[in-house]
């Protein structure tokens, strides 16, 4: 791909219109929970039908991330995937997970963060994953009925990782409340469509205050609690700070956050305008301050090489041999941004091994031309004079993709 004559506005077009990648084939939400009802009625523990949904939507996603045109609203889909994560750890999630990437991330990429949150936190996954379809209204009918009560995760994670953070001060009572919120919002598996589904009779009915907001009661509550937890200052700041941290350094410069934290409040939440503020950051600019993460370092690998589909790895496995499996976050605060928790002297072996075992699919690729395409003047010249005296190829692809500089971003 040619480098483009002006790269703000490059990435600045990739915003424009709608994302090339919906068009792709993906399985929705309501065919996976079918597929989890079907694997659960069969009790064979062979996943018969959850397994081809993750094996083909996870090798679409991959496809989007090595050919797309658009990159950086790509990094953003991404990005925001990390920021609301859901992970394949939680098993009945994996029939779902690339759903909620095509249903509650991509449509709102551009659009606005209140619109991606009740997106996420009504979604299948989500509901799943940090377990509110199990919240049960203490004083509701089915909660007195099954003796089953709150779960307070999706509340509890709302609040400390997806909008206002502990420097808003909430408290325990607030995700106690918020908890109870929240219930109600459910999934069904055996009516038709499958899908989210608000469950009048585990909701508990009443009015709980939430961060000195007052609700009386039913679904829309929730709908209005994201609302306004979505437009919160703490909010934007958090939002503003994670973007700097993404885009920019490990440390975001005070005056950097405080540029993206003022589009998104003079926007009420519009993430285009605040994806634009960050390409206008003077320090977004800066080359190489950055270590890519192990799934941002294969894919920059695979697009600078440009492999032919048959020469792929597999590459779901090779992001878990690098420590980051495939959409496998340990926690629900997704994968750090944090150079230091990916620079392990171990971690970086890996990277050069398997530097080696890729360079050896690359055939008759130019490492010289590679390196000038991928990297140009920001490769140092020593380096680019031991590419140049390698003995072949595949050791000279080696040292281009086992350089410190192709490792940063």
């Known amino acids: 791909m040619a480098l483009p004559a ?17 068009d ?9 929970l079918r597929a ?31 050919t ?8 953003l889909v991404w990005f925001w995937a990390n920021h609301f994560t859901v992970s394949l750890r939680r098993g009945q999630v994996t029939a779902l997970a690339h759903a909620y990437l095509r249903e509650a991330i991509r449509p709102h990429v551009t659009g606005r963060f209140e619109d991606m949150l009740v997106a996420v ?8 994953y940090l377990d509110n379809a199990q919240s049960f209204g203490p004083n509701s009918n089915a909660g007195m009925r099954a003796r089953r009560g709150l779960n307070e995760n999706l509340a509890r994670e709302c609040l400390e990782l997806h909008t206002v953070t502990p420097v808003s001060g909430y408290t325990q009572t607030d995700v106690t409340e918020f908890a109870k919120v929240l219930t109600g919002w459910s999934v069904r598996y055996d009516e038709e469509p499958p899908g989210y589904l608000f469950r009048v009779n585990a909701h508990e009915l009443g ?62 939440g519009n993430l285009k305008a605040a994806a634009l503020e960050v390409v206008a950051l003077p320090d977004a600019w800066t080359p190489l301050t ?61 990277r050069i091994d398997w530097a080696y075992s890729i360079a050896g699919r690359a055939g008759d690729a130019d490492p010289v031309a590679i390196a000038d395409a991928s990297l140009g003047e920001l490769l140092p010249a020593d380096t680019m004079s031991a590419i140049r005296r390698a003995g072949d190829r595949r050791e000279a692809l080696t040292l281009l993709l086992a350089a410190p500089e192709f490792q940063r971003r």
């Open 207 to 268: 009015s709980k205050t939430v961060m000195g907001q007052v609700y009386a009661g039913g679904e829309g509550e929730g709908m209005r609690a994201l609302g306004w937890l979505a437009e919160q200052p703490s909010t934007y700041r958090n939002l503003a700070t994670k973007l700097v941290r993404h885009f920019v350094a490990d440390v975001p410069p005070p005056g950097a956050v405080a540029r993206v934290e003022r589009v998104l409040s003079q926007t009420k």
């Open 290 to 350: 950055k270590l890519r993460r192990p799934m941002d370092y294969v894919v920059g690998v695979l697009r600078a090489l440009d492999l032919p589909q048959g020469r792929r790895p597999d590459l779901r496995g090779v992001f878990g041999m690098l420590g980051q499996p495939y959409m496998s976050a340990p926690l629900p605060n997704g994968w750090s941004d944090l150079a230091e928790d990916w620079a392990a002297p171990e971690a970086l072996l890996r």
């Open 6 to 22: 002006d790269p703000r506005g490059w990435l600045a077009g990739q915003l424009d219109g709608p994302d090339a990648a919906m």
């Open 36 to 66: 989890i009802r079907l694997d659960q009625q069969d009790k064979d523990g062979k996943q018969a039908h959850v397994r081809p949904i993750i094996t083909a939507d996870a090798a679409t996603a991959i496809d989007v991330l090595l």
């Open 24 to 32: 792709r084939p993906w399985h929705s939400s309501a065919e996976g």
């Open 121 to 128: 936190m009504r979604h299948p996954a989500m509901l799943i």
């Open 68 to 75: 797309t045109d658009a990159p950086f609203r790509e990094r």
